[in-house]
C-alpha cells in the first residue's frame, strides 16, 4: 500500500536526482509524468500490452525531457521558463487528445494493468528499489557519475578533464524524463489501470521537493518518498478507521521539515554548486 | 520598439500559435475560431466571462512581472494566492462572528489581510534565497505544498462553515462581496482593481525611483552594489510585493466570485500567471494584454467544448507554445544573476 | 635529443578585430629547461598560451612538439599529446576530495567504473616525489589556494605530461609557497619536462628562468638566456623607454584627504587581496596605483568607494569613508559586470549615479524632463555617439559605453573619485577629454585614486605614484616596482 503510493513520486524524483547532480533543475518532471501515464495508456489500449504501454510512457518522458534540454542546455535559456511551458504543454496536449478521442467526460478507460511479480509486488517496485541502489553506485562509483557531479557542482572542471558538458547534462536530463515517464505510466498502468486529466495531480512537484528533503541521495531520496507515500496511506488508513485528524498537517509534515531544513543550513554544500545555472562553453 | 507596435505582434504571433493549435489537433478551424470568438466576445454574457477570467490572470501575472524583474524568479504564485485567501477567509469569519459583515470598508480591509497573507508567503522564499542562497525554485514548490495543505487544513477545520459538513468556509454575505455592475453577468469590481495595478505597476517600475532600482537589481545586481544599493534588499521587497500581488488574486477571487474557500479554491492561476507576464514581457501593460488574450481564450474554449470535445486544455497549448516560441526566437538568454553573498559570513 | 625536440611556434599570426594579438611571434621552448615568457597586460601571452594549449585558434602559423604538427583548436587534443596547462583560476572541483579531482582527469570515457583511487594513484604518485604529502580523502574547498594549486599541478602530473604551462603562478601564493614552487619546477626540469612560465615580475624570472622570451603588444621582442640579461633590459623590452621619475608637485597647502591605515580587504574568495596597506591621498591630489592586473586592484578600488568591507582604518578628512555624507564617484575596471546595467538604456545607466541626485526627482518620482534634459546635456558634453538618451547600452561600441560610465562619474564633483582604467577602450580625443577632466575633478579639490595599468596614463596625470603588488603597496622606486621586484 505505501510502496504503491511512493512509487511514482520515488521514482521519478530517484531521476531526478540525477539531473540536479548534474546541475539541471527539470521543473518540467511533472509535465513528462503526465505524458508518460497518458501515453502508456493510450499505447497499452491500443496494444492490450502494459509492457508496450510502459514503453510509449518511457519514451513520452523522455522526449519532453529532451525538448526541454535543446532549450536549456543548448540555448540557454532559464530552466524555470522552460520547465512552465513543458508543464503546461504535457497538460495541454494529454488533455485535448484524451478529450478528442475518448469524449470530454471521459468515458472509464480501464487498461490491462501490471501483473504482480512476488505477492503483491510488481516489476516497477522491484525495479524501483534496484534503480535506487544502482543509481547510487553509478554516482559514487562510475566515471559517469563522478563526471556528471562534476558538472553540477563545477562545469567548468568537466569541461577541463576533457568531457562536454553539455552532453552530460543531456544525460542528466534525460534520465530524470525517462524516470517521470517510467513513474507516469505505473500511475495509469501500476496502479489505476486507467486515466484522468491531470493524474498526476503534482507528484512531479513532490518529486522535485524530495530530492532537496533527500539531499540528493538516491537512497535517501527514496526514503523521503517512502515517507510521503506512508502519510499519504495512513490519511485513508485513519479516515477509514474515522479517527478526526489533521491528516492535512500530516501530509503537509515532510515539505514543513525539507524547509526547515533549508532555513536552518541553507542551500549548503550537499546541493550541487551549479544547479540551474546555464554553462556557456569557454565563458 | 513603441508599446503599440509590440502589442499588436504579441497578438499576431498568439492568433497565429492559436490556428497552428487546432490544425495540429485535427479541429475545423473556421468553426472552433467562430465557437471560441463567439464564447469569448458574443454578448455581454461573453464578454463577462473573458473579464471574470482575465482578472486573476492578471493579478498573478503583475505579481510575476515584479519579482522577475527584479531577478528572482517566483514560481510560488500559487501558494501566495492560497495562503492569501485563507488569511482573508480568517478576517471573514471574524467579521461575521462580530456581526460587522455590514460594516463599511469590510471587503477593503479584507483584501488587504490577503495581501499581506501572500506578502509573508513569498517573503519565507525571498528570505531563503537573499540570506541563505537557496534556490527560488525550489523553496517555492514546498511552499506551494504546505499552503494547500493547510487550506485543506483550514477549511476542515478552524474556518470550517458552521454546519461542519462539507470541507469550505461558510458563504460570504454580499454586503462583503465586492461590487458586481451588473446583476446578470459575474464582472466585479476586482476586474477594474486588476487593470488599476497594471497601471499602478507601470508607474511604479518606470516613473519612481524605486521601480527604476528593482529594475536596475534584476538587470545586474552588481553594478547596483557598487552603487550603494544593497540587491539583497531590493529583491526581498521585491518578492513580498510579488506574494502580495497574488495573495491580492487570490482575495479577489475570493470576494469578486467564489465566496467561499473549499478545496477546489487553487485552479492554478498562480501559475497561469507565469506564461501571461513572459508572453507580456515582463511588462505590466502587455501582461494586461496577455492576460486578456488568454483570459478571453479560456472563456471562448469553454464555449468550444460545449459543442465539441475539445475544451479549455487547448489554451495550455497555447500558453505553452507561445512561451517556447518567445524565449526561443527571443533567446532570453541572460543567466539568472546570483544572490549576493553574504557579508557576515566568514570566509573559509 | 634533436633540434626538433620541445615545443616550437613559428610565425605565429593572431587577430581579433582589428586588434592583433599576435604579430608573427616564434619561439623554441626545449626539455630540461624554464623558458619565461615575459610581458606586461595585453602583451600577448595570455593568447599565446591558449593557442599552445589549443583554446586559440590562430590565424597563420604552425606549432610543432617533437616535430609534429598540434593539432591547433582542439585542446582535449593538446593535452592528450602532453600539453598541460596549471591556470590561474584552477579546475578543481571543490565539494571533491583531493583524489575524486585527480581520477576526474583521467577518466578513460563514461562507462567505466571510477576506480578514483587507482585512477588518482599517478598523481599521489608525484607527490611523493616532489615531497608533498596529501590526505587523498580530504575535500579541495579545505585547502589553501597554494595548497590547492598544487592539487592543480599533480593533476597536470598524473598523465605523462610533456610540456607544463604555467600562468603567473606566484600570483596567488605566500612567499614560502613561492620558494616551494619554484624548488618543484627545477624538479619538473631535471626530470626532462618543458616548463613554460607566464610571469610579469622580473625578480621571479631572473632568478628561477633558464631562458626568456619578452613579447610587448602583440610582437615578439626579444629570447635570451637568462645569463645575458638583467633587470634593467627586461625592463627596457618590456616597456620600451623607461619614463623618468616624476618631480614631485610641490604640495605643502593641500588639504588632508582620503587616509588609510593598516588596510587589509578580503577577496571573493576570501583571500587577502590587500595586506596591510598605507597611504594618503590629499584633496587636490592624484595618487596613481600603477601594477599588473589582478593584483588586488580590484578590492582596493572597491575598499575606497566603501563597497567593499575594510578592515584596518579608512578615513577622509577625519571621518568615514561613506557615500552619504560625501561625494564618491567610482569609474570601476569591468565596465560590463561592474559598471553598465546591459538591458537598459544610455539615459537608464546614467541614472545609475543620476537618481540619488535631488533635481532628478520629485518625491519618490522620477522628474523625467530635468532627467531628459540632464541626460542629453552629459550626452552631448561627453561626446557618445549614439542618436538619443533612449538608445540601448548595448547597441553601443566599447569606447561609448565607457565614456558613459566615465560622464556619469564626473558630472559632479566628487570629493572622493576613484576610477580604474578610465580610458580603455577610448580612442586619442576621448582619452584626453576624460585625462583632462580627471585633472579638474583634482584641481577643484577631489582626492583622486587613480589606477591604472598603462604607465603613459599614470605618468602622465599623477602627483604621485605608487604600485600594488601581490596586494601590497609598495613606493615607487623605478624599474624594479614597477614590476614588483624586490620585497
Known amino acids: 500500500m505505501i510502496l504503491q503510493y511512493a512509487t511514482p513520486v520515488a521514482l521519478a524524483a530517484t531521476g531526478e536526482t540525477i539531473g540536479q547532480k548534474s546541475g539541471v533543475i527539470y521543473i518540467g518532471l511533472e509535465g513528462s509524468m503526465l505524458a508518460g501515464a497518458f501515453f502508456a495508456m493510450l499505447a497499452a489500449q491500443s496494444t492490450g500490452s502494459p509492457w508496450i504501454g510502459l514503453v510509449a510512457g518511457i519514451t513520452a518522458g523522455l522526449l519532453l525531457a529532451l525538448l526541454f534540454g535543446w532549450f536549456t542546455i543548448r540555448r540557454g535559456i532559464d530552466q524555470v521558463v522552460v520547465g512552465t511551458a513543458i508543464n503546461l504543454l504535457a497538460l495541454g496536449v494529454t488533455g485535448t487528445i484524451y478529450r478528442t478521442q475518448f469524449g470530454k467526460s471521459g468515458t472509464l478507460l480501464s487498461v490491462a494493468k501490471l501483473p504482480p511479480v512476488f505477492g503483491k509486488i510488481d516489476a516497477v517496485e522491484i525495479l524501483l528499489l534496484l534503480s535506487a541502489i544502482g543509481l547510487t553506485w553509478v554516482l559514487q562509483k562510475s566515471s559517469l557519475g563522478l563526471a556528471l557531479r562534476a558538472t553540477g557542482e563545477y562545469p567548468k572542471a568537466a569541461e577541463a578533464a576533457g568531457f562536454s558538458v553539455a552532453r552530460l547534462r543531456f544525460i542528466g536530463v534525460a534520465c530524470s524524463g525517462i524516470f517521470a515517464g517510467l513513474a507516469g505510466a505505473y500511475l495509469s498502468l501500476g496502479i489505476s489501470g486507467s486515466f484522468a486529466e491531470n493524474m498526476t495531480a503534482g507528484r512531479g512537484f513532490v518529486a522535485i521537493a524530495m530530492v532537496t528533503f533527500g539531499r540528493w541521495k538516491p537512497m535517501w531520496v527514496l526514503a523521503a518518498a517512502l515517507l510521503i507515500g506512508f502519510a499519504e496511506s495512513l490519511q485513508f488508513t485513519l479516515q477509514a478507521a474515522g479517527v478526526q485528524a489533521p491528516y492535512q498537517l500530516l501530509i503537509a509534515l515532510p515539505y514543513l521539515v525539507a524547509l526547515t531544513v533549508l532555513v536552518v543550513v541553507g542551500r549548503g554544500t550537499v546541493a550541487p554548486a551549479a544547479l540551474a545555472e546555464p554553462y556557456v562553453k569557454g565563458d | ?348 | 635529443m634533436t633540434a626538433k625536440s620541445g615545443l616550437h611556434v613559428e610565425n605565429i599570426v593572431k587577430r581579433f578585430g582589428s586588434l592583433t594579438a599576435l604579430d608573427n611571434v616564434s619561439a623554441s621552448f626545449r626539455p630540461g629547461e624554464i623558458h619565461a615568457v615575459l610581458g606586461e597586460n595585453g602583451a600577448g601571452k595570455s593568447t599565446l598560451m591558449g593557442i599552445l594549449s589549443g583554446f586559440v585558434v590562430p590565424d597563420s602559423g604552425t606549432v610543432m612538439l617533437n616535430g609534429n604538427p598540434v593539432p591547433v583548436g582542439r585542446p582535449f587534443d593538446c593535452k592528450r599529446l602532453g600539453i598541460e596547462m596549471i591556470h590561474q583560476h584552477f579546475t578543481l572541483v571543490s565539494e571533491f576530495t583531493i583524489a575524486e579531482n585527480f581520477a576526474l582527469s583521467r577518466l578513460p570515457g563514461l562507462l567505466s567504473s571510477s576506480e578514483v583511487s587507482a585512477r588518482a594513484e599517478p598523481s599521489l604518485a608525484a607527490a611523493t616525489r616532489l615531497g608533498w604529502e596529501l590526505e587523498p580523502g580530504r575535500r579541495v574547498s579545505s585547502l589553501s589556494v597554494g595548497a590547492q594549486q598544487r592539487i592543480e599541478i599533480l593533476k597536470a602530473l598524473g598523465g605523462d605530461a610533456q610540456v607544463i604551462i604555467f600562468d603567473e603562478p606566484t600570483a596567488v601564493l605566500s612567499p614560502d609557497e613561492v620558494e616551494d614552487l619554484f624548488r618543484v619546477l627545477r624538479q619538473l626540469k631535471t626530470d626532462g619536462h618543458v616548463v613554460i612560465l607566464i610571469a610579469h615580475k622580473l625578480s621571479e624570472v631572473l632568478s628561477i628562468a633558464d631562458h626568456v622570451t619578452v613579447l610587448r603588444r602583440g610582437r615578439w621582442i626579444a629570447s635570451a638566456p637568462i645569463a645575458q640579461v638583467d633587470e634593467r633590459k627586461l625592463a627596457e623590452w618590456m616597456v620600451g623607454e623607461l619614463p623618468p621619475p616624476l618631480a614631485q608637485r610641490k604640495g605643502t597647502e593641500l588639504v588632508p584627504g582620503l587616509v588609510g591605515q593598516d588596510l587589509t580587504v578580503l577577496g571573493d574568495r576570501g583571500e587577502a587581496a590587500i595586506k596591510n596597506c598605507c597611504f594618503e591621498i590629499k584633496r587636490g591630489e592624484i595618487l596613481g596605483i600603477g601594477g599588473v592586473d589582478g593584483n588586488g586592484q580590484l578590492e582596493l578600488a572597491e575598499a575606497l568607494v566603501a563597497v567593499r568591507p575594510v578592515s584596518g582604518e579608512l578615513s577622509f578628512a577625519g571621518k568615514t569613508v561613506n557615500a552619504e555624507e560625501m561625494r564618491i564617484s567610482y569609474v570601476p575596471q569591468d565596465r560590463q559586470h561592474d559598471g553598465l546595467a546591459m538591458g537598459m538604456t544610455i539615459e537608464e545607466n546614467l541614472l545609475i549615479t543620476g537618481h540619488r541626485k535631488p533635481m532628478l526627482r520629485k518625491g519618490p518620482f522620477l522628474n523625467f524632463r530635468a532627467l531628459h534634459q540632464w541626460a542629453n546635456e552629459l550626452v552631448k558634453r561627453f561626446s557618445v555617439k549614439a542618436n538619443s538618451p533612449a538608445d540601448r547600452v548595448a547597441g553601443l561600441s566599447g569606447g561609448n559605453q565607457q565614456k558613459v560610465v566615465v560622464s556619469r562619474a564626473l558630472d559632479e564633483q566628487p570629493d572622493l573619485l576613484v576610477v580604474v582604467n578610465p580610458t580603455r577602450g577610448l580612442d586619442i580625443r576621448a582619452t584626453e577629454y576624460v585625462h583632462s577632466k580627471i585633472q579638474e575633478a583634482r584641481d577643484a579639490g577631489a582626492a583622486v585614486a587613480l589606477f591604472s595599468t598603462d604607465l603613459d596614463e599614470i605618468y602622465a596625470l599623477a602627483d604621485r605614484v605608487m604600485f600594488l603588488s601581490r596586494g601590497e603597496l609598495i613606493a615607487d622606486t623605478g624599474a624594479e616596482s614597477l614590476f614588483g621586484a624586490k620585497t
Open chain 2, 1 to 348: 520598439m513603441n508599446g503599440f507596435l509590440r502589442f499588436g505582434l504579441l497578438l499576431a504571433g498568439l492568433i497565429v500559435v492559436l490556428l497552428l493549435t487546432l490544425a495540429a489537433f485535427q479541429l475545423p478551424i473556421v468553426d472552433s475560431v467562430k465557437l471560441i470568438f463567439d464564447g469569448a466576445f458574443s454578448d455581454k454574457f461573453a464578454w463577462s466571462r473573458s473579464a471574470v477570467k482575465m482578472t486573476p490572470l492578471l493579478l498573478t501575472g503583475l505579481g510575476m512581472v515584479i519579482a522577475w524583474r527584479a531577478g528572482v524568479y517566483n514560481i510560488g504564485g500559487e501558494g501566495q494566492f492560497v495562503l492569501g485567501a485563507i488569511f482573508g477567509a480568517a478576517v471573514g469569519k471574524g467579521l461575521i462572528g462580530a456581526n460587522a459583515a455590514a460594516m463599511p470598508g469590510g471587503s477593503l480591509l479584507i483584501l488587504v489581510v490577503c495581501a499581506i497573507g501572500g506578502a509573508l508567503w513569498a517573503w519565507i522564499a525571498g528570505w531563503l534565497y537573499v540570506r541563505r542562497g537557496v534556490e527560488v525554485v525550489i523553496s517555492t514548490i514546498l511552499l506551494n505544498f504546505i499552503a494547500i495543505q493547510l487550506l485543506g487544513f483550514a477549511v476542515s477545520g478552524p474556518l470550517q462553515e458552521q454546519k461542519g459538513q462539507v470541507p469550505q468556509t461558510d458563504l460570504l454575505p454580499e454586503s462583503l462581496m465586492l461590487a458586481r455592475f451588473d446583476r446578470q453577468t459575474d464582472v466585479h469590481l476586482g476586474t477594474v482593481l486588476a487593470l488599476v495595478m497594471a497601471v499602478v505597476l507601470t508607474t511604479f517600475l518606470y516613473r519612481t525611483v524605486a521601480g527604476y532600482r528593482l529594475r536596475l537589481v534584476g538587470d545586474n545586481p552588481k553594478v547596483a552594489r557598487v552603487n550603494y544599493i544593497d540587491p539583497g534588499r531590493v529583491q526581498l521587497s521585491a518578492m513580498a510585493l510579488s506574494g502580495a500581488m497574488c495573495g491580492l488574486a487570490g482575495g479577489v477571487e475570493y470576494l469578486g466570485l467564489v465566496g467561499q474557500l473549499g478545496t477546489t479554491f487553487p485552479q492554478q492561476w498562480g501559475f497561469l500567471g507565469i506564461p501571461v507576464a513572459l508572453l507580456g514581457g515582463l511588462n505590466p501593460m502587455l501582461t494586461a494584454g496577455a492576460a486578456f488574450f488568454f483570459g478571453a481564450l479560456f472563456a471562448g474554449t469553454e464555449n468550444l467544448a460545449r459543442f465539441t470535445p475539445a475544451g479549455t486544455t487547448i489554451v495550455y497549448v497555447i500558453q505553452a507554445t507561445a512561451v517556447l516560441a518567445y524565449v526561443g526566437l527571443s533567446g532570453l538568454k541572460k543567466a539568472r544573476p546570483k544572490p549576493e553573498e553574504e557579508t557576515e559570513s566568514t570566509p573559509s
